[in-house]
């Protein structure tokens, strides 16, 4: 936020994939000197920003720039008479990937297309992957002109790029000679306007032009942008607040845009869609594991009885740990996405014999560590959220991965440091012996996982697979400090690596402090070993004690990644609802209440809306301290900042049309549950069963300013 220059406005934001960047310019500039010379000031004084839409003005050029969806849709108002002209630079570093061997067409004077490669992708994934493009004027263009490093190239009809890929010293990045072109439509007045599509394909030049042709015929850009509008407005308006300060709403809806933006559908709008799973080499250097030279196969979507594609791929950051919070918040409000991010997976199961973490492009990055495709995939079926997929097939996919050669056990990031590519004898100890070692996060990772898994086995009738996944998730006491009390990674010898609680070594971006309570589906036996469920809750208030000076986001208590994100939650699962009232209230304030530049998302690993999702539940007071994998899904429920809460339900899903939270005497100062009803009758647990959540109801809750020890100990 704090960057007061344009370099561009690259139509490619993805895990993994940046490109196809576009500066509009006036005059003569010169482009061989690369960004750095036709970048532009501009103030966000008179910038807009919104879902779906976005303006400012290049205070360089005096030009104003606006853009849209669907296809990116642009236009630039030109407040001074020049020479108009618009870049297209398709070569050099942007984001976490390199752009090189561009290749441009002219095919009239209103239309160019071509392609670029894309490389050197800082989290790994396949090496090299082509992008295809068009982008189409509303007016006609002069001239074509064109550069590649050095060499500018003037009244072009093609170009072609360098295909130079530079290692960049002592960096994570790697670059190549700038090079692109420059659509000329010579002498505009102030006040003249010219707009611009683009739409990008992994698979083909054709496949990118049929996108902009079944997407956007017309040029009316308001249009589209009304559309916009509209759309948000619908996605967002499934979770309607009432009540609470501006700036809770202003977080509020931050949040959910968050939460329903930042993955990118790969597939094109006839269903094709770019495969790099098969074949190549896998090489691994520091943190990054690379697939080399695999095989590109173009796929096709499973199509409805109206010919339409059943679901859409998916590129993603890792969805790792999400049970915490997209798992549960798209499961209220977005079972269609649940839905769809369930099928997206399966289908690259059945591509590439993988559950994937974080794919990028129809590849598999690696990032991260076990298997959370299954958190995700068994929380939909619990819920009944499996139009677009098959259970059979999903579970088998599952099945498979967490076994050897599987997702479950593949190489991750942990600390920063590479492991082998396969852990297949950590697995194999693991289900003997029933931890990891030298990896205490892992052991809690792998038994939730597993036991997810187990939980659907129970759901579909398959009790001796339930069985076998249960006693592997039961397992991980065996790396347990009784003196510590806490979670310690240990060696094969039964040795302990350290007893530094504060200590990563052993842990997945996380301590002993924060991992520890993340054992989700086995409180009961970490209470036992506490001591005791009032053990476990004075140590686990201690440790939000010595944390609320730093906002809960320090060595003890850190809301600022995954780990240890359901830890407030704990207390009502050990006859305590009353302590994670008051910290989730502390939380929901402290970390996640800002709408600061520096401290709305600055300080949290977000993830593309992992963070956002656990301050979107904190505020509507629902959480699930299972993700919803449990063969009765339940929510947790604690007191919102918003006077009422209005879920609107997907009818295609659930049987009721809303479910509505009301709250009474809601305050700042009021954080503690009284009573509450269901339905309008008296309801004393603290959890709220899906199946009573997806009929549709009321929930009221009475809150006060001190806590009711007697409500939600049943």
């Keep these: 936020y704090n960057s007061t220059k344009v370099l561009g406005f690259p139509q490619i934001h993805n895990w993994m994939i940046s490109g196809l960047s576009l500066m509009p310019v006036k005059d003569e500039v010169d482009v061989c000197r690369g960004d750095k010379v036709w970048r532009s000031s501009f103030s966000h004084d008179d910038e807009i920003v919104q879902p779906g839409y976005h303006r400012l003005f290049l205070d360089t050029y005096k030009i104003w720039v606006e853009q849209t969806v669907t296809v990116g849709l642009y236009r630039f108002t030109y407040t001074q008479d020049g020479l108009a002209k618009v870049l297209v630079n398709l070569g050099g570093h942007i984001a976490t990937s390199t752009l090189l061997n561009a290749h441009v067409t002219k095919v009239n004077d209103t239309e160019i297309s071509g392609y670029f490669d894309t490389a050197g992708r800082v989290w790994g994934g396949v090496d090299v992957a082509k992008v295809y493009f068009v982008v189409q004027f509303d007016k006609p263009m002069d001239a074509l002109n064109g550069w590649v490093g050095d ?44 707009l611009l599509k683009t739409a990008i394909s992994y698979v083909s030049e054709e496949n990118a032009r049929e996108n902009i042709e079944r997407e956007c015929q017309h040029w009316d850009f308001d249009q589209v942008k009304s559309a916009s509008e509209r759309i ?32 990118h559908k790969i597939d094109d709008s006839n269903g094709e869609y770019p495969d790099y799973l098969s074949g190549g080499e896998r090489i691994g250097k520091q943190t ?12 096709t979507l499973p199509k409805d009885k109206t010919g339409k594609s059943r679901f859409h791929m998916y590129n993603s950051d890792a969805l790792w740990l999400t049970q915490w919070n997209l798992n549960t918040l798209w499961g209220l409000a977005y079972p269609s996405v649940l839905d769809e991010f369930s099928a997206s997976f399966i289908e690259y199961d059945k591509n590439g014999g993988l559950l994937p973490r974080g794919p990028s492009i129809g590849s598999y990055t690696y990032i991260m560590t076990g298997c959370p495709a299954t958190s995700l995939i068994t929380s939909a079926y619990q819920r ?49 012996h029933g931890y990891c070692p030298e990896e205490a996060g892992l052991t809690i990772q792998w038994a939730f996982e597993d036991w997810a898994l187990g939980e659907m086995a129970k759901a579909m009738g398959k009790l001796k697979d339930y069985n076998y996944y249960r006693n592997r998730s039961l397992g991980w006491p065996a790396s347990w400090h009784p003196d510590l009390r806490l979670m310690m990674p240990r060696k094969e010898t039964g040795e302990w690596v350290h ?47 010595m944390s609320k000076n730093a906002r809960f986001l320090s060595s003890y208590v850190s ?22 009232q008051y910290w989730v209230r502390q939380v929901a304030k402290q970390t996640y209440g800002d709408i600061t530049p520096e401290r709305g998302y600055g300080e949290n690993d977000e993830d593309q809306g992992q963070m956002a999702g656990i301050s979107a539940l904190m505020a509507m007071g629902l959480f699930s301290l ?66 009573v959540f997806e009929q549709g109801g009321l929930l009221e809750l009475w809150l006060g300013d001190k806590p009711n020890k007697e409500w939600g100990t049943q």
């Design 151 to 194: 060499r500018k190239e003037t009244d072009i009809n093609s170009l072609i790029g360098s295909p130079e890929l530079i290692t960049v010293p002592k960096s994570s990045f790697k670059q190549s000679p700038s090079s692109g072109v420059e659509a000329c439509f010579g002498s505009f007045k102030a006040g003249d306007e010219l």
């Design 232 to 263: 948000w407005n619908e996605w967002l308006g499934k979770i309607d607040v009432q009540g609470g300060s501006f700036q809770q709403k202003t977080k509020f809806y931050t949040d959910l845009w968050h939460v329903l933006l930042g993955r």
């Design 288 to 299: 990054r594991i690379h697939t080399i030279a695999p095989k590109f196969q173009v796929r």
């Design 384 to 432: 009944g959220v499996f139009h677009k997929w098959s259970p059979k097939e999903g579970y088998a996919a599952m099945k498979r991965n967490h076994e050897k050669g599987g997702m479950l056990v593949l190489l991750g990031i942990i600390q920063g440091c590479m492991l082998a590519f396969d852990m297949d004898k950590e697995l194999e100890f693991y289900i003997k």
């Design 499 to 545: 007893l530094d609680p504060l200590s990563e070594r052993g842990f997945v971006q996380a301590n002993a402090w924060q991992a520890t309570f993340g054992l989700s589906h086995d409180i009961e036996t970490l209470a036992r070993l506490m001591g005791g469920n009032d053990s476990l809750a004075t140590q686990l208030n201690y440790v939000f004690e």
């Design 559 to 580: 809301y600022a990644n995954q780990p240890g994100c359901s830890n407030a939650h704990v207390f009502s699962h050990v006859g305590k609802p009353w302590l994670t």
């Design 626 to 691: 299972d993700g919803g994998s449990a063969y009765n899904p339940m929510y947790d429920i604690t007191s919102p900042v918003f006077n009422e809460i209005t879920i609107r339900l997907d009818s295609r899903y659930y049987k009721g049309n809303e479910f509505k939270i009301k709250v009474h005497d809601n305050s700042p100062e009021n954080c503690y549950i009284q009573k509450a009803s269901l339905n309008g009758e008296m309801y004393h647990k603290y959890q709220l069963p899906h199946t």
